[in-house]
DNA sequence: TCTATATTCAACCATATGGTTGAATATAGT
DNA sequence: ACTATATTCAACCATATGGTTGAATATAGA
């Protein structure tokens, strides 16, 4: 039986299930920020953003990089290519465009294995 | 800014989060199949693949047809697509020439407002 | 050194996921 | 009516999210 798990792909599409987390990425899209700065348009606590960087952190969506006391987050994009790709080509799939699908899934859970360092 | 439907996109995303909904969808593009069908290539009872269905539902992302006792599940194409949007929307930020275009303004205002110290 | 700032950690709470098993419900077939 | 099949429901369990507050840690700056 074919295994199509990928926890990269389960981690990035949780990481995007959240509004306050899609706003965040939309905010790093103009450039590298520090927490608190990202933080600031927000209701809720540091400590609950600080947790909401730690998802997108570990679906590879951004990195961290420190300096000092302050932590700048930047974007990292091949996640959210990886992401994209899936649903690019399950529409073309189911479009008609795609005959194998399940050969494409395969290949990208290969792929992917390789980068899965956490877990 | 498109204004994006906030908890469809959280529902859609959250959805496409675990491997055996996405290997359901992956069957679905073949066409529509019942529940048992949908749920023989997994080791899970029925009653956890029926609550990935629900799941999916609850996402827009399949419709449920009833015939008698059985079940037709079928996809839904527009969370996807609105799925699909958002993440090309945002890929334009971060990867395509409106995000460059900004940097560019940003470090252009910087220089014409502070004339001796850089960051 | 002292104090303020940046950030996480720890403990807690409520709710959602992802799975189980066994019972309930609805319908098909005989 | 009886039995088998299709599916969900209910109760339960373990873990993850999404938030809180207060304490801890690390560093900056006087």
Do not use: E, N
């Given at each position: 039986m074919v295994e199509y798990s990928s926890k990269l792909l389960d981690r990035t599409f949780g990481a995007l299930a959240d509004p306050t987390r899609r706003r965040i990425l939309a905010q790093l899209a103009k450039g590298e920020e520090c927490v608190t700065d990202l933080a600031?348009?927000?209701?809720?606590?540091l400590a609950a953003v600080s947790k909401h960087l730690i998802v997108l952190e570990r679906a590879g969506l951004v990195k961290r990089r420190r300096d000092g006391r302050v932590h700048s987050m930047r974007l990292e994009a091949k996640p959210m290519r990886e992401a994209q790709a899936w649903i690019d080509r399950y529409r073309e799939f189911w479009e008609g465009n795609l005959d194998q699908f399940e050969k494409y899934l395969d290949k990208l859970q290969t792929k992917e294995t390789k980068h899965d360092d956490d877990k």
């Open positions: 600031r348009p927000y209701a809720m606590s």
